[in-house]
């Protein structure tokens, strides 16, 4: 069976965010989280949802560059 909750240790180890950010983040709702007494703990299946959802789309960039340099090669800057 997979592990479906993981601690904060475990979610800074998995996604490689300080702890620190990943309690900013859950206190400001950023990210889901479970708070039982001191512990929080993070389902792994909304961490894979939200690093997803923080990829950046690199076709995009790469339009960007290209109308980037065709408008100097042009001289349109």
Do not use: H
């Amino acid at each position: 069976m997979k592990k479906r909750y993981a601690n904060i240790k475990e979610v800074s180890n998995y996604t490689s965010l300080p702890v620190k950010t990943l309690y900013d983040w859950a206190s400001l709702g950023r990210i889901p989280s479970i708070k039982l007494g001191r512990r929080v703990l993070f389902d792994i299946e909304d961490i894979d949802r939200i690093m997803a959802s923080l990829k950046r789309n690199t076709n995009q960039n790469e339009k960007m560059v290209n109308k980037i340099v065709g408008d100097i090669l042009c001289g349109n800057v």
